[in-house]
């Protein structure tokens, strides 16, 4: 149980539990033209597993677009970052585009201090990832030899 910083024990009170909400990881597949995988709840060490498995099935399954619906997370830090960025570099090995989605204000700011925000193609909406133009280099190339 944690109690409220500085809060005095009242009637009904004592009880009181500040819980964080769990991650909630689905995903949804837009036939042809993208995976999207939508992130709810925050994401602690405990997640990092079903986070990276989830992110790596849907690199796996090669669609021209992985969108990361971010409007759902209320915290993200290292391990989500890194769970991301990771399945960035996945993503562009597989010819795979990857695109972030309606981040909230904390996670734009991380984003942005790490630098991460000149890696991702970061949109919006979903709407407004699924219908940007492709990104040119990321497109699948055959090797010239």
């Not at 769970?83 to 909230?104: F, H, I, W």
């Amino acid at each position: 149980m944690h109690r409220l910083p500085g809060s005095a024990r009242h009637e009904g009170l004592d009880d009181l539990q500040v819980t964080t909400p769990r991650l909630r990881i689905t995903t949804t597949t837009v036939s042809g033209t993208a995976v999207i995988v939508h992130l709810d709840g925050e994401v602690d060490q405990d997640d990092r597993g079903a986070l990276e498995g989830v992110l790596t099935k849907a690199v796996a399954d090669r669609p021209p677009r992985l969108i990361v619906d971010l409007t759902g997370l209320i915290f993200c830090y290292s391990v989500c970052l890194n769970a991301l960025l990771t399945a960035r570099q996945d993503a562009q090995a597989a010819g795979v585009e990857m695109l972030l989605a309606a981040p909230g204000p904390q996670t734009l700011r991380l984003l942005e201090i790490t630098g991460a925000d000149e890696v991702f193609p970061i949109h919006a909406s979903v709407r407004a990832a699924l219908t940007a133009a492709a990104r040119p280099h990321l497109r699948r190339r055959t090797p010239h030899w």
